[in-house]
């Protein structure tokens, strides 16, 4: 399962280095270009939860082999791609991989014995960050020498490698142990709808402006949309999202740690790649070319990895309530030491490690929160919202820094200021430290009332 969570993670990173070849391939503004992050991440946003409601009924493994061979299919595409609406269409199709860490979380539940459970969801959850910082390097090699084409076939073939794993190591058949309902098509026809259109006015707000017409009526409807979303459920028996399950106080804890923090993250990890690939005569860039930029984000990897290792380790004799204000110590320590120093390589790569360490810890410990406070029938389908609030929390993130930074560009449509990339690692930092005083303040809360009983 990890193997599997992890070579689609690692699909997922491609895109974000290749902006500018894909733009200069397939003959399309860099504007235009960046629609392949964002259909990607719309479409992950809106498959997510669908994908992990199926994964609490019975047929996980057939659920898990189809997704993959979605992306599969969409990764040729993608590589194959006469023009840029083909292309795009096949990174439709990638954001499938946004669900499969869900899937194999809810198959974890199913089939690990009691003792590797623990560290078998925790090791799922960050496949996401150590697939991001794996990604981002074999994207840059790839692309580089070969073309951003090759990317993406290598792509295929690592997914075809992890259908194949799949289908040798999970049971065949359908999960007797899991209920049969039927699926909550109204409400995955709302929350669809209603989360596409947030995350297009929130990707669109910069270049539309935020008061204007367009993004008033998208984000507002959405709004209205969602908030018919939530009625709805409340009232049926089996919905998508179990919002009674949302409310109870773990699950609270880690989805408020997941969209705040996913923010402040966000805005941080999206600068500081920005940073490594700007020219020097921005006066803040480092001129760092393709084949190397994608190492600056190898370190997050590295410590993603290790600070998993250490929440497996220590998780039975720690609260996971404990890890995530930890974590959220590390990606504050990180986002100031970026804020602050950032002009040359060693200090980027330094502030990865730190966020690495981050997110492996906080991660790591959101599954763990969510499985213990929620029954098997319902595992799935609330770590898939958990993993909704991270995307949704990266789209804002993005977004509060496109406008910070569009806000202080050298002219209209021209490279950022320093001082914009300063102001935008700033909101990051106090970002993190406002999360990350919201958790140490509700765990010394939590343990004066556990003193009081």
């Not at 966000?266 to 005569?281: F, T």
Request: net charge positive; with cysteine.
């Amino acid at each position: 399962m990890i193997y599997t969570a992890l070579s689609s993670s690692i699909v997922a990173s491609l895109g974000m280095l290749l902006v500018p070849t894909i733009a200069r391939e397939l003959d399309v503004a860099v504007s235009t270009a960046q629609w392949t992050l964002t259909i990607n991440l719309l479409v992950g946003a809106v498959v997510t939860p669908v994908m992990g409601r199926l994964s609490d009924g019975p047929h996980k493994k057939r659920l898990l082999i189809a997704s993959l061979l979605i992306i599969m299919a969409g990764s040729a595409l993608a590589a194959s791609a006469p023009n840029f609406a083909v292309f795009l269409a096949g990174r439709a199709m990638q954001g499938l991989t946004y669900g499969i860490v869900p899937v194999t979380i809810a198959i974890a539940r199913r089939y690990l014995p009691p003792d590797r459970l623990a560290g078998g969801i925790s090791s799922l959850s960050v496949t996401v960050a150590t697939g991001l910082g794996l990604g981002y390097p074999l994207t840059g090699l790839l692309a580089s020498d070969f073309g951003f084409r090759t990317a993406f076939w290598f792509a295929v073939v690592f997914i075809a490698s992890a259908v194949a794993v799949a289908w040798w190591t999970i049971p065949d058949g359908p999960d007797d142990q899991a209920p049969r309902r039927p699926f909550d098509v109204r409400g995955a026809a709302l929350f669809g709808a209603g989360l596409a259109a947030l995350l297009i006015g929130i990707s669109q707000g910069p270049d539309w402006g935020w008061a204007s017409v367009p993004s008033t009526l998208t984000i507002g409807g959405a709004v209205v949309v969602l908030a018919i979303w939530v009625v709805v459920s409340l009232r049926t028996p089996h919905a998508m999202v179990n919002l009674r399950v949302i409310r109870r106080p773990d699950v609270l804890l880690a989805n408020g740690a997941a969209i705040g923090l996913g923010i402040a993250m966000y805005m941080g990890l999206s600068i500081i790649s920005l940073v490594a690939q700007a020219p020097e005569s921005t006066g803040f860039g480092l001129a760092v070319p393709v084949l190397w930029a994608g190492f600056v984000m190898l370190p997050l990897s590295v410590g993603s990895f290790a600070s998993n290792r250490v929440v497996r380790a220590l998780s039975r004799r720690v609260s996971l309530t404990m890890f995530l204000p930890i974590g959220a110590s590390a990606l504050t320590v990180a986002a100031f030491a970026m804020w602050l120093a950032h002009n040359h390589l060693w200090e980027l790569m330094a502030g990865q490690f730190l966020f690495g360490v981050g997110i492996g810890t906080t991660y790591a410990a959101m599954p763990g929160l969510i499985a213990r406070s929620v029954v098997t029938e319902e595992l799935g389908s609330a770590v898939s919202f958990n993993q909704v609030l991270r995307t949704l929390g990266g789209a804002l993130g993005s977004a509060l820094s496109g406008a910070v930074l569009t806000a202080h560009a050298v002219s209209p449509g021209g490279p950022p200021t320093e001082t914009g990339i300063r102001l935008a690692l700033a909101i990051s930092a106090i970002g993190c430290a406002a999360v990350c005083v919201a958790l140490t303040a509700n765990l010394i809360s939590g343990g004066a009332r556990e003193s009081a009983r």
